[in-house]
């Protein structure tokens, strides 16, 4: 595997008293999806300043395409900021032109590249008109082409699909995976652990600026936890089966719902649950393990928290 960026130990601080980013070490291969996943206030935002050259940390080393970061390599990288990054007052086609000048496209090849970025993202019927009239998700469209127009070989996407609707949102993860095909490399940050574990094919955690683990979703996922879920929709109230209860790792009660905490794999588990609520069960789920329990056991926070 090419490595496409490595950071290592990096340190970086805004004031001396509080480490944000705190000797992390980090790796991302050529063509991945990586999905990089933290709690609030981990340091992803400071992580991408500092892959960016926009904030230089203390101490560390970081390679883009295995150079120190410089010119060339930073035309490679592409960047999709969380914060939209629109000019209103242009039309579509002129912001998206506009982004592609400053990456220093020029000519026929400027207008070429702008005409795919916004047929990629679907905009370009819209090219004529001002962002300001966009409901949110063609903003966010719009913002992504900005992003690619330089047909960079890595795009760092920042929440892209905050605040879309469920058509804006789908056609963007379409997009994302869509170029990954062509061979770009992404990395993705996002709060959703839902569109990490549909879209990315490589997972790295971190909290309190620190990587907890990193590796292939499936990898991250068999390694930190053995923990599955079952849930229960019984005939009464929860209250109502404290005794059987006893046995079981119960995770929640709700009413007539209960979670209950297995091991993966366990079919000794599910026959002696179904032998002691026998009829009084309405429904049973297995989830298996699964990201969002990985996130929970490794940073004892849920992702939004
Ligand atoms: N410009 C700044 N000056 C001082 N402290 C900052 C600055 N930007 C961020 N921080 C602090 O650095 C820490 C990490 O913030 P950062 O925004 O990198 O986290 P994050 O993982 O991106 O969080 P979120 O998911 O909320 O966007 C936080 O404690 C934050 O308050």
Redesign the pocket.
Known sequence: MRTVFAGDSINFS??TK?P?LNGLSLSIGDKQIYGLL????????????VMLGLDKPQSGKLQWFNEIPNRSTNKRVGYVP?DLALIYDLSAYENVLFFGKLYGLKGERLKKQVRYALEFVGLWDERKQKPKKFSGGMKRRLNIACGIVHNPDVIIFD?PTVGVDPQSRNRILEGIIELNQIGTTIIY?S?YMEEIEKVCSHVGI?DK?ELLVEGTLNEVISQHTDQAVIKLELQKRASAYTTQLEKYQVISTEGNLVELGVLKNDVGVISSIKEDFGDDIKSFQYIAPNLEQVFFKLTKKNLRD
């Open positions: 805004y004031d509080k944000v933290g709690p609030n206030g981990a340091g992803k935002s400071t992580l991408t300043k969380q929440e940050i709060h971190m600026g």
